[in-house]
């Protein structure tokens, strides 16, 4: 069970409720993290205006967005609703009945995003001096302001802002869960946390399974009894799923059929899932175009790359009288026989490269745009750094914000390996990333300097008495 650092003093007078009272350190650490918050505010809303290209993604979220102002039906359960809402919430509060998709784009959506990119900002730093102490607040703080493509993601329509927002408070929520593991409110933290856990899933699909994560590690924290920890997990994802129900019962009586979150997974699969287009869309297009040119002329030629739709179309078209969902599937079935069977190694190797690019490449800023303020080595160091640190402080202290943290960024990271995987999935992550990997080097730092003492005090007391 980990302790939860004490940074506020009280100071108790006589007929009057206890007042927090900073001293001259937490005083200074808190005007500090003020002012970076502050500047990331201003970075995040200069990059405002400055998208130069639209993805298909950012279609379909203001798609959405604009369904719901409308109080029509959803356009596509392709994308989960969380980002969806959020933009729908910031254009009905602006005094707007519609969201325009467009490049400079200086909307409400804009504007959400950055008050998302500020409240994240905020969460890193109560986060951290909460288990770390101010001063280790103040680095993850900064880390976080000035890692650029989280501060570009700020221009776009995408989720990534707000997955990075969601993650962040469901790991938060969890670690509050687990301090309250064994007392009479056990139950209802483990409840809160997983309503949390759920507002994550209906942000990003792939962070289903971080919650999973979550749900056993506070199943597992103690170690309980089975039926004690089955009673956590059970809670935690009892009220998870009583979060999503009301989206999931919506969605599947609108397509007729179970609808998971989204209905994106098995186009997502077969495109990760093809080992000759290495499990991406533009080598998988590529592959797969002069079949597409032959089936299919008028979407011959190098710009129909930019949508996925004919290689879907192709695939309804090798099964004749099957639905396109039906017949996506069937090809999946076909792509696990044939190429993760029929050819494990190569699939492995397929998958391991993805996940490795998935961490190494970062993310440049738009839809093939290219943002001059990006750098790749800011983001290898900042990866490096944090990922050592985590690690480092997961094996010396076991903490449950790391070891959760750890295994949540790498189970979600997994997972998308077998899907459409690009940098861009890295974005949400970092966040967490840096909070948690600034957590563990703090927290390891001072284990080690703790153990140091103590062998010191060690060898000073075996040593023989000098005069």
Not at 1 to 12: A, Q, T, Y
């Amino acid at each position: 069970m980990f302790k939860l650092r004490m940074p506020i003093k009280m100071r108790v007078r006589p007929g009057r409720s206890r007042v927090p009272r900073l001293t001259r350190t937490q005083a200074v650490a808190l005007a500090l993290i003020v002012l970076i918050v502050i500047a990331g505010g201003i970075a995040r809303g200069a990059a405002i205006g400055t998208n130069t290209h639209l993805s298909a993604d950012e279609n379909g979220y203001v798609g959405n967005a604009n369904r719901m102002l409308a109080d029509e039906r959803y356009a596509t359960f392709k994308w989960p609703p969380g980002t969806s809402v959020a933009f729908a919430i910031a254009t009905r509060l602006s005094g707007h009945h519609s969201l325009r998709l467009a490049t400079h784009a200086r909307g409400p959506a804009q504007y959400m995003q950055l008050t998302i990119g500020v409240l994240t900002l905020g969460l890193v730093a109560a986060l951290t001096w909460l288990l770390a102490g101010p001063w280790a607040a103040v680095i993850a703080t900064a880390l976080v302001a000035g890692y650029v493509p989280l501060v570009m993601a700020t221009r776009t329509f995408l989720s990534e802002p707000l997955g990075a927002l969601v993650l962040l408070a469901a790991v938060a929520a969890a670690v509050l869960a687990h301090r309250r593991l064994g007392t009479r409110r056990e139950l209802v933290a483990l409840a809160a946390a997983g309503v949390v856990g759920g507002l994550a899933c209906l942000t990003r699909g792939d962070m289903a399974v971080g919650m999973a994560v979550i749900a056993v590690a506070l199943g597992c924290a103690g170690r309980p009894g089975r039926r004690a920890g089955l009673l956590r997990g059970g809670v935690y994802l009892a009220a998870l799923l009583l979060t999503l129900s009301p989206w999931l019962a919506y969605a599947s009586s609108r397509e007729g059929r179970f609808v998971p979150i989204t209905t994106a997974g098995p186009d997502a699969f077969f495109i990760g899932s093809y080992l000759p287009g290495k499990g991406l869309l533009v080598p998988t297009e590529e592959q797969l175009a002069p079949e597409v040119c032959r089936h299919f002329p008028q979407d011959c030629g190098r710009y129909w790359q930019h949508s996925a739709a004919p290689v879907f179309r192709l695939i309804e078209a090798r099964h004749p009288g099957l639905s396109e969902n039906a017949a996506v599937n069937k090809e999946n079935l076909a792509n696990i026989r044939k190429y993760a069977l029929g050819k494990p190694v190569a699939f492995a190797s397929m998958l391991w490269g993805k996940f490795w690019k998935m961490w190494d490449n970062v993310w440049s800023g738009g839809n093939g745009t290219y943002h001059p303020d990006t750098s790749k080595t800011q983001h290898l160091i900042y990866l490096a750094l944090a990922w050592i640190g985590l690690l480092a402080g997961a094996i010396l202290t076991r903490r449950f914000v790391l070891v959760v943290s750890a295994a949540v960024l790498l189970a979600v990271a997994a997972l998308a390996t077998l899907f459409n995987d690009q940098p861009r999935y890295n974005v949400s992550l970092m966040a967490l990333l840096l909070c948690s990997g600034t957590i563990g080097a703090w927290l390891a730092g001072e284990r080690l300097i703790a153990l140091w003492r103590e062998r010191a005090a060690m060898r000073a007391s075996s040593a023989p008495a000098t005069r």
